[in-house]
């Protein structure tokens, strides 16, 4: 997926990780409110713990306030409950990335085809050029009854 679909991504410890702000951001929304939907979602337990980090940050007041590191599925899995058209767009394309996904293999299986049958065609044809500078070999005749 390119940006264009994807909030504020950033690299920590070798994890792709994007923040609720830059969620609400990207989405148009209040901080408040994907804070809501994050405390809302209804993940297990385990998916919550590997995909959501509740971390801490200054407001531009000096305070302290609570949001969430998530990982990219976390940050799927939030976004698919969004609506509006910034949400639906992400939808589709994040539902287009997965078909071409799928659609790969079959790309290449075609096109591995498609090689070897233009290899076997030269095969053949350079079979029938030796053929053609041999001298015919009688073939005897069958009898019919």
């Known amino acids: 997926m390119n940006n264009e679909i994807l909030p504020l991504v950033e690299t920590k410890m070798g994890r792709a ?8 951001d990207y ?6 409110d994907v804070l809501r939907a994050i405390d809302g979602l209804d993940c297990s337990t385990e998916f919550n713990e590997r995909n959501f980090t509740s971390v801490k940050y200054l407001d531009g007041k000096g305070e302290e306030r609570r949001s969430f590191d998530m990982t990219r599925d976390g940050w799927v899995f939030l976004a698919m ?26 790309r290449q299986h075609r096109t591995a085809f498609f090689v070897n049958e233009e290899q076997g065609l030269r095969l053949a044809a350079d079979e029938a050029e ?3 500078g041999e001298p015919q070999r009688k073939r005897p005749r069958c009898a019919l009854p």
């Open 17 to 24: 990780i994007t923040n609720s702000r830059a969620v609400a």
């Open 81 to 106: 409950g969004f609506t509006g058209p910034r949400a639906a767009a992400f939808k589709e394309a994040y539902i287009a990335r997965f078909n071409a996904m799928e659609e790969e293999p079959r």
């Open 27 to 32: 989405f148009k929304k209040r901080h408040a």
């Open 130 to 132: 030796k053929r053609a």
